[in-house]
């Protein structure tokens, strides 16, 4: 199973981005998917997560800016970010979580490789 997440680059403040995240692989079904962003001490930060029906949790920071999406049937996930500001500048990571494989069996999370938001002043 790979994650591979797109969309990341380069806007001003007040833009907006959207990032997509992928998976590939012996996938039968996923439970979670979510976006996380580099913070201090390189520790990953929650930006928001959707669950396989639709639930969706957000961070504070993010929060009517932010709007996360998913596509079961693609196993993929979107995340669109408007009215971004220079603290957005993080490398963003895609995540799975709960995924029962095809041929059998469960794996417990994957990570995307981050793609890199900047947001310039």
């Known amino acids: 199973v790979q994650l591979q997440a797109s969309g990341g680059g380069l806007v001003q403040a007040g833009g907006s981005l959207t990032l997509s995240c992928a998976a590939s692989g012996s996938i039968g079904s996923i439970n979670d998917m979510g976006w996380y962003r580099q913070g201090p001490g390189n520790q990953r930060q929650l930006v928001a997560t959707?669950?396989?029906?639709?639930?969706?949790n957000y961070a504070d920071s993010v929060k009517g800016r932010f709007t996360i999406s998913r596509d079961n049937a693609k196993n993929a996930v979107s995340l669109q970010m408007t009215s971004l500001n220079v603290d957005d500048t993080r490398v963003y990571f895609c995540k799975a979580v709960g995924i029962r494989l095809s041929g059998g069996g469960w794996r417990s999370e994957y990570w995307g490789q981050g793609t890199l938001v900047t947001v310039s002043s």
């Open positions: 959707v669950s396989r029906s639709g639930s969706t």
